[in-house]
């Protein structure tokens, strides 16, 4: 019988690296303004080339104050890593401190604990000066393209905003480059003089992948960003996405709730449950081989067209009955265990270890739960079809 076998190592340790999602497929286009400052040709290979991680998160702890003046911990201990020109998918309930971990590695809030490094500079205890030259090769996408985009603003001015900010580029080359980076997300180049509310939200989240990528940044935070689109226009902007990966090298950090998008733009997925990941793993073995109950269950919630529908909202509520307990009342021992159908006593006692599975070669499936075997023996058609 295989176990989960605890081990020093750093958080990503053996994790896969990017696939390439099509044969023969173009090689990273060096973008508009080649030669200039805004654009690095053959920069983006070399990246991906490199060993280390582009992103490494150690034991990161986010705490926030209620408006009671409760302090309540968001993100308790986290560790993971972002490769070079992979996508992490990070996926869990509302409220499990997904949207806190993304902005404290943008350094939009402050952290009480632990380590970001980012392409080799830690950024806990920046001053803001140096965040802003650090912040050309970090970037964002907001769930919300009508709240993200200033409304004052003219398309071609927030796309390009990011180069001005940083001295790039002149006036006459800014303008160049806002037509050709709509034109790369499928927007018409003379809808660079309208402004945001003439655009439907579709259209709308295009620029905003326009303004992320515009200064060829290496790692993106993508929170929830098609969340707030009609599911027509989801599948639309999750192509474009994959695309830009492949056209510039980019890292996502991918925030979402559905697990059939994630499922889809992730190389690796990480599972967060209030504050804490509880499996990590190659997203083809997450969906084919789920350890964790809680994964299970938000594997099982997945509803393929398949006869077998029932059966599967039928072992999604038994892995996961109730509510997620608040913030400011967590558990002890696993915070799992008060829905758990597998917690005994050293559950409700003992906090379980993000561990890899024995038998696992590739050392990428990592899991924190005690009876994760039980689990598997009871519950093994729990996967993705």
């Not at 400052?37 to 150690?58: E, F, K, T």
């Not at 996508?87 to 943008?106: D, I, M």
């Not at 002890?332 to 008060?338: A, W």
Request: aromatic fraction near 2%; charged fraction near 20%.
């Amino acid at each position: 019988m295989t176990q989960a076998v605890s081990e020093p190592t750093g958080p990503g340790a053996g994790s896969v690296g990017p696939q390439p999602t099509s044969a023969g497929s173009a090689p990273p286009s060096a973008g508009p303004g080649a030669g200039s400052a805004a654009w690095r040709p053959g920069s983006s290979a070399r990246r991906a080339d490199r060993p280390l991680p582009i992103l490494r998160v150690q034991d990161l702890v986010v705490r926030h104050r209620t408006g009671t003046g409760t302090e309540i911990t968001a993100v308790d201990g986290v560790s993971l890593e972002v490769r070079a020109g992979e996508t992490l998918g990070l996926v869990g309930e509302s409220g499990c401190g997904k949207s806190s971990l993304a902005n404290a590695v943008l350094r939009l809030i402050p952290t009480a604990g632990g380590s970001i490094v980012f392409d080799g500079e830690e950024l806990v205890g920046r001053s803001s000066a140096e965040l802003r030259r650090i912040r050309r090769h970090l970037q964002v996408v907001f769930q919300d393209p009508r709240g993200s985009l200033d409304p004052r603003m003219r398309l071609g001015d927030i796309v390009t905003e990011a180069l001005k900010v940083h001295g790039m580029n002149s006036r006459r080359e800014r303008r160049s480059i806002a037509a050709e980076r709509l034109t790369e997300v499928g927007l018409d180049p003379s809808l660079a003089h309208r402004r945001p509310a003439q655009l439907s939200g579709g259209q709308q989240q295009r620029v905003a992948v326009a303004r992320a990528l515009v200064t060829q940044p290496r790692l993106v935070v993508l929170d929830e960003p098609v969340s707030a689109l009609d599911v027509s226009v989801q599948a639309q902007v999750i192509n474009l996405l994959q695309d830009m990966q492949q056209a510039h090298a980019v890292a996502y950090l991918f925030i979402a709730h559905n697990l059939a998008v994630v499922r889809h733009l992730s190389h690796r997925v990480a599972v967060m449950y209030l504050g804490k990941i509880v499996e990590q793993a190659p997203a083809h073995n997450l969906f084919a081989r789920p350890a964790h109950p809680y994964t299970k269950a938000l594997v099982a919630s997945v509803l393929p067209p398949r006869p077998d529908v029932r059966q599967r909202l039928e072992a999604a509520r038994r892995l996961a009955p109730g509510e997620v307990p608040s913030l400011t009342a967590v558990p002890p021992g696993c915070r799992y265990h008060t829905r758990c159908p597998f917690a005994d006593v050293r559950c409700r006692n003992e906090e379980p270890v993000l561990s890899r599975i024995a038998g696992d070669h590739a050392g990428g499936h990592r899991v924190a739960c005690h009876h994760w075997e039980r689990a598997q023996a009871a519950m093994p058609q729990v996967r993705a079809h």
